[in-house]
């Protein structure tokens, strides 16, 4: 059974860090991927779209749940290791590793994503987080960004998202259609 296993490695390293893993480590069914987050930024005045790591310092690899020990000797011998716990190689969670993909496809790209903020709420209507409901830590409307949680290896970690509200509402605003889906959310 394939599964996703994660190597730790420092940021800004990633790119030069997976090409080496790709190039010289794994083998034709070892798929090693960075998790790329697509953002967009304001250069002398223009809106630009520009892809950096969902994860900053982790490299995932895609492998034969039986095969990653054979792999963590391999990359060992570059002074890299997959994340273990306890000295065991632990791959990412199923319910993990089914979220991740859902964001980011077969490109491995979280894609930027829109949506319109009622009141305290915000609804995203496209992209890669589409429906999101999770809690969003901080919006950003001026870079067009939010920082939210996801789960990775047990853990809450926290990201930026490409985000652009397009309009601010009031529930008072919103159509029945949208107070009913909006009430129906509150509930769940």
Known sequence: MKRWFVIQ???????????????????ANEDVFI?????????????IKGRKPFFPGYIFVDMEEDKAEDFNIRLRKRRHKL?????VVTPVKPEEQDYLMRLGGEDHIIHHSEGFRIDDYVLITSGS??????EIKK????????????????????VEIGLEIIENKTFNELTLEEKLKRLAKIVD
Request: proline share 2%.
């Open 9 to 27: 490695t420092l940021k800004g390293q990633e790119n030069k860090i997976s090409n080496e893993v790709r190039n010289e480590i794994a083998e």
């Open 83 to 87: 994340i273990d716990v306890d000295g």
């Open 139 to 158: 919006l950003d409307r001026h870079h067009r960004q939010a920082k939210v949680c996801v789960p990775l290896l047990g853990k809450a970690i926290e």
């Open 129 to 134: 987080f589409k429906g999101f409901n999770g």
């Open 35 to 47: 998790l790329e987050n697509e953002k967009e930024y304001k250069i002398k005045g223009e809106w």
